[in-house]
């Protein structure tokens, strides 16, 4: 019986090289479109529609408090505004959400080493409003912050990565370190919001990470020490927070946030009608829930509050069976980013918890802050992208909590497709 011998090259001889085939413009998007979650880009872009007919109600009030004798501004100034800001915010969503995992990670710690170093110049070089400085002008103004929050969230995850390499690094310190300088940074603006944001998502991830317990526990007794602090050390902090216990005057913001959210009881006072948003300060930015309230009613309001929750539960879902430490850590890094923001917002327009001057992710006017939110959904995106076909063992955030001892009795190894 006769068998084909193997093909065994000689010495000296070099196979000839497989030319690859470059993948078209369309077969990259219809990949893209195959692996993106659709389920959360389309909850996304519809509370972005929703945002810009809120900020569409809202102008009009802002327009007003910021005309003056020689410049009126015209009463869907903000809104049209808005407009080209969310187109911008889009266009870097789906790029974002285009890039590999790694890709987004190489750019995500180049961005943070560029904004940490705008952020240096902040207290030199930024520009004051309110008297706060936290914007600085490279030609074009922007809140080094806000991009900051993302692509440190991506980073730091990373940097905990690290452990699954070599166990004797210490990532925990490493990223405690870079925690420290930017909170140092951001309290010389001062940006006291902006730094329980980085806080919150930090501790998430040393949490997921595997921080041990008592560390935990002291790192909780710093931040209590530090918060304290602050209420001592920043004027307008003490004032926020004395007003938020002491519960304000007719004049505090909060308190006409509370106001204008009431007045227009459960079904609104109708698209354009409301009346108490007029002499609301940052209707179309920082309380753009009230507006929301009092236009559309509390019905809506609870139903924005809804979509919040379902955002974060369908990336929470979808870091269940995630293998990488990195996307898991990354995922969850960003998603107490988003959902931090969001409900920090909705609680300081309920009269909940002291003004932060903390936008409303993906409804409220912004420049800086609406293209930061977007970058963060986009690598939300590209981060949670699968490949349909794929079929492996299901582990992630479910061995975090317990899931896969239950779901894996009777069945070893469990296996699960997981086409979305």
Request: aromatic share 10%; charged share 15%.
């Amino acid at each position: 019986m006769s068998m084909t011998r193997p093909y065994v090259p000689r010495s000296g001889y070099r196979a000839t090289p497989v030319p690859s085939q470059k993948l078209s413009r369309w077969l990259k998007l219809k990949i893209w479109w195959r692996e993106v979650d659709r389920v959360l880009l389309l909850m996304v872009l519809a509370l972005m529609v929703f945002g810009a007919v809120a900020v569409s109600a809202a102008s009009p009030a802002s327009a007003k408090r910021l005309s003056t004798a020689g410049d009126q501004l015209s009463p869907l100034y903000f809104f049209t505004r808005n407009l080209a800001w969310q187109a911008v915010g889009i266009a870097v969503m789906i790029g974002t959400s285009m890039l590999s995992r790694q890709n987004a990670r190489r750019i995500s710690v180049g961005l943070t080493v560029f904004m940490l170093f705008a952020l240096f110049l902040v207290p030199i070089l930024g520009h004051e409003v309110n008297g706060a400085r936290r914007w600085i002008d490279f030609g074009i103004r922007f809140q080094p912050s806000e991009f900051l929050k993302p692509v440190c969230a991506v980073t730091m995850a990373w940097i905990l990565s690290w452990r699954l390499r070599d166990p004797s690094i210490p990532v925990i310190s490493l990223t405690g370190i870079l925690f420290g300088v930017i909170a140092l940074l951001l309290m010389m603006q001062p940006n006291l919001g902006d730094t329980i944001l980085f806080a919150g998502f930090w501790f998430v991830l040393i949490l997921i990470a595997g921080a041990p317990v008592k560390r935990l526990g002291i790192l909780l007794g710093c931040g209590a020490a530090l918060l304290t602090a602050t209420y001592f050390l920043y004027d307008n902090a003490r004032h926020r927070i004395d007003s938020f216990f002491g519960g304000g005057t007719a004049f505090d913001q909060v308190d006409l946030a509370q106001r204008t959210i009431l007045a227009g009881g459960w079904f609104g006072s109708g698209y354009g009608l409301g009346i108490r948003k007029m002499t609301l300060p940052e209707a179309h930015t920082d309380y753009i829930f009230s507006v929301i309230g009092e236009e559309f009613g509390l019905i809506v309001c609870v139903i924005v509050v809804l979509a919040y929750l379902a955002i974060v539960a369908r990336v929470l879902m979808k870091l269940i069976d995630e293998e990488d430490l990195f996307a898991l850590l990354a995922g969850s890094g960003l998603t107490a980013l988003f959902g931090g923001q969001a409900f920090i917002n909705i609680l300081v327009n309920l009269q909940l918890f002291p003004s932060k001057g903390m936008t409303l992710p993906l409804i409220s006017y912004g420049g800086s802050s609406t293209i930061a939110v977007c970058l963060t959904i986009g690598l939300l995106l590209a981060i949670t992208k699968r490949n349909p076909f794929l079929t492996r063992e299901t582990r992630g955030l479910a061995d975090l909590i317990g899931w896969n001892e239950q779901r894996a009795k009777g069945e070893a190894p469990f296996k699960r497709d997981i086409t979305p």
